[in-house]
C-alpha cells in the first residue's frame, strides 16, 4: 500500500528537482523516494555505527582503515 503526502519545496529546489527528473527521464517522484530511501539507509547506519563503537575499540579497531586493513589481512590469507 503507498500514501501521498505533500511537502513544500523552495523555488530552486524544485527546480533542480524537475531538471533531474527530465535529464534521467524519471519522474520526480520517484527521485524523491529514492533520496529518501538512501537518507534513511545513511541514518540507520550511523546509528549502527555509533552503536558498535565501543566493542570495535574493545577489539583494537580505531578507524576505519584499521577495519580495511583486518579484512584485507584475512582475504589474503584465504
Given at each position: 500500500?503507498?500514501?501521498t503526502?505533500?511537502?513544500r519545496l523552495p523555488d530552486e529546489l524544485k527546480k533542480n528537482l524537475e531538471y533531474a527528473s527530465r535529464k534521467n527521464s524519471v519522474k520526480a517522484s520517484q527521485l524523491v523516494r529514492e533520496a529518501?530511501?538512501?537518507?534513511l539507509a545513511v541514518q540507520r547506519f550511523r546509528e549502527?555505527?555509533?552503536e558498535t563503537i565501543p566493542y570495535a575499540e574493545r577489539?583494537?579497531?580505531?578507524?576505519?582503515?584499521?577495519i580495511l586493513n583486518q579484512h584485507r589481512k584475512r582475504n589474503?590469507?584465504?
Open positions: 500500500m503507498s500514501d503526502i505533500t511537502i529518501l530511501e538512501r537518507y549502527l555505527r555509533k577489539a583494537g579497531f580505531y578507524t576505519d582503515d584499521d589474503k590469507n584465504r
